[in-house]
């Protein structure tokens, strides 16, 4: 993959992507626990425009080069590598063997996708 690939452009859209989306789903869990849970989906609504922003144009642009299974294989791939950091570095989750477990399995999803 070189910087300039589709499948480069695609993977880092949608990495940016998935920190939006990491937050707009989970952060009002840590900041706005005292809100209405309204709030806290206008908040999140607001967020997940620039997730959207980011990961239209990175499916569009995967998609010239990927095929579905795999474009949607590398997304849960992304979406493990941003959570897993998200949730020890900001939400002060235990760091937890089945997060290993866990990154293993989809790392065998992502080799039977990609494979031959």
């Known amino acids: 993959m070189i910087p300039s690939s589709p499948v480069f452009v695609s993977a880092a859209l949608l990495a940016a992507s998935n920190v939006f989306m990491t937050f707009a789903w ?41 095929s579905l299974p795999q474009l949607k294989i590398m997304q849960e791939a992304i979406t493990l590598v941003v959570f897993v950091p998200f949730a020890i570095l900001y939400m002060r989750q235990p760091i937890k063997l089945d997060y290993l477990w866990a990154s293993l399995c989809i790392l065998g999803a992502v080799y039977f996708i990609f494979r031959g």
């Open 26 to 66: 989970y952060a009002h869990l840590k900041n706005l626990t005292a809100r209405p849970w309204w709030i806290a989906a206008l908040a999140s609504w607001g967020i997940a425009l620039f997730e959207y922003l980011l990961q239209v144009p990175a499916n569009r642009i995967g998609f010239t080069a990927l």
